[in-house]
């Protein structure tokens, strides 16, 4: 079966089976290896990608749902302008330690900022809530997304 879809901007075709992981098949199929197998039960976000604009957590995605969708990896995210500004953010308040979980966090930073340019603490808290970080305590990464806010103004 071939299922084609937009990958980060990019029109692709798999033949994988319609009930393959779209995390597997990222990773295996087309290197993007930025998307982390962490749990494959839905549980840590660390394999988050956007499709169609939501953030999901790609080992809960089988291959047949993603036919005609838009796939967006952080591989893709990072050649946005809004990535640069969540990059510099993050690193300005040394939110990256390990960073096995940042694409995801980072994926979720995109996705909490999109709905609600200006979110409260809370809200940032509730939109990395999937996310599981082992390092950070998650202040930082609270506080990244906090000022990316504030020092992206307009892009979101």
Partial sequence: MMITFILNGKEVTSMAKANERLLDVLRNEFALTGVKCGCKEGECGACSILLDGRL?????VAMGHVAGSHVMTIEGYRETERFAVLDKAYAAVSAVQCGFCIPGMIL????????????T???????ISGNLCRCTGYNAIVE????????GKGLW
């Fill in 121 to 127: 603490e809370a809200e940032i808290r509730v939109g």
């Fill in 144 to 151: 990244a997304i906090g000022s990316a806010a504030k020092e």
């Fill in 56 to 60: 999901v957590n790609s080992c809960m």
């Fill in 108 to 119: 979720a930073s995109e996705s909490i900022l999109a709905k609600n340019p200006n979110p």
